[in-house]
Every structure is written in C-alpha cells, then in structure tokens.
C-alpha cells in the first residue's frame, strides 16, 4: 500500500525562527508529485507548496522551502520566520496519476508562539 | 471568481437516514474528489470521478454512493449503512493536466 508518514504530531516554534516539518512516503513509481497542504482554523486545505520527483531541485515558495531526497523518499518542509498566521496544521501528501489521487499523511499541528 | 462550493457547512442527520453533501465546481476540472477527514486520521479517499458519468472508488466507500452526471457537479450521499458517519467531508477537484487538488470549504456531518 502507498503510504505517507509524518512523524511529528505537533510542533512548536517562536516567532520569526525556523521549523522543519518531516515526511516520508512509500511509493514504487518512478514519477509522482508531492504537496505540502496548509489547514487553518478554518479548515480550508491551502496548498503551500508543490515538488515534481523528476526535478532534482528543492521547491522554494517565498518562507516555504522543502528538502526532497527522491532515494530516501523523504520531503520535508521548513518554514522560515514563522508567523502567527501559519499556526496550522500541515499535511504532506502525493500522488502518481494523471488525475489527483492525493493520499495524505496524518498531519502535524505546528503552534507558532510569540 | 472560480471555486469549488459546498453545502451546507452543517449538517446533522438522524440514525438510519440518508444525506447528500452537495459539491459544485466552476474551474472547469475534469476530476473531482471526496474525502473524509477524523481527528488524527488525516485525509482518506471515499470516491473519486475523472470523467462525466464514470467514478471509482476510494479507500473508504463503503457506505457512501457518488454521481457524476454533470462535470460541475458531484454529489455525496453517505447511507444508513455507513456505520460511523460523523466526520469533516471535504470535496475537491483538480485539472488532469495538474496535479494537485483544490478544496471546498467542507460539511461537518453530525448523526443526532
């Protein structure tokens, strides 16, 4: 089955630092894409940020960068100088079709304190 | 402006009966999605529809029924023989030649 794995129920981080959150995934496609989705209070799924597996070069989306390591299957995503505004909760997810068949991870809460 | 539209925000629903969460979408996507979010479950895939009047299922459908008999439109009815049904359902859709997916707002569903 594929699968995605994000370790980290919650995270916290102080205003204007950095955080990385982890992800790792289980996928025998060679091609796929992989998302990192935002969930605020008001629990609209925001996309952050988007990686292509064929590309060897990290995603960068202003404060959002990820660190994708296709062999270790692994996609992290570091936000830097976190805001207020981006206490979320971050779900990683992919997929490997044509159409969107996104499977998603379990989520990681990040607290942003001042 | 374009989007994808859900209702009702809630909605609650007595044992035994059935409900359809409606989810309309004007982006012109060809495919469209349900899925079922529980706290610490993250997002699982109920169905799923690529094309007009065409649909598969997802990982959880037992219980659920879908239509696509138009493009803009995707209707989820969760039956009585859905066991557990209380939970957010979130509606989405993406265009074929990309690759993620856009949102509604969700239905929190409430069996009363």
């Known amino acids: 089955a594929q699968t995605v794995t994000q370790s980290q129920p919650e995270m916290s981080v102080q205003e204007a630092e950095t955080v990385t959150l982890s992800c790792t995934y289980d996928?025998?496609?060679?091609?796929?894409?992989l998302f990192w989705y935002k969930q605020p209070p008001s629990r609209q799924m925001i996309l952050v940020i988007r990686q292509e597996a064929y590309k060897q070069q990290n995603a960068t989306e202003n404060r959002f960068s990820v660190n994708f390591q296709k062999a270790a299957k692994s996609f992290s995503l570091k936000i830097s100088d976190s805001q207020l505004g981006d206490a979320a909760m971050y779900f990683c997810a992919y997929n490997t079709g044509t159409a969107s068949k996104l499977t998603f991870g379990t989520g990681t809460r990040l607290q942003v304190t001042l | 402006d374009g989007g994808i539209t859900q209702s009702p925000k809630y909605l609650f629903r007595k044992e035994g009966q059935n409900v359809t969460l409606s989810c309309e979408q004007n982006l012109n996507h060809d495919a469209m999605y349900w899925y079922r979010q529980d706290p610490g479950q993250g997002l699982r895939l109920i169905y799923y529809s690529q094309i007009v009047n065409d649909f598969q299922k997802g990982d959880i459908a037992e219980g659920y029924s879908v239509s696509r008999e138009k493009k803009e439109s995707f209707p989820l009815t969760v039956t009585s023989a859905q066991k557990n049904p209380t939970a957010f359902y979130l509606c989405a859709s993406s265009n074929e030649f990309y690759t993620e997916a856009f949102f509604g707002q969700g239905t929190r569903l409430t069996v009363v």
């Open positions: 996928t025998s496609e060679s091609d796929y894409y």
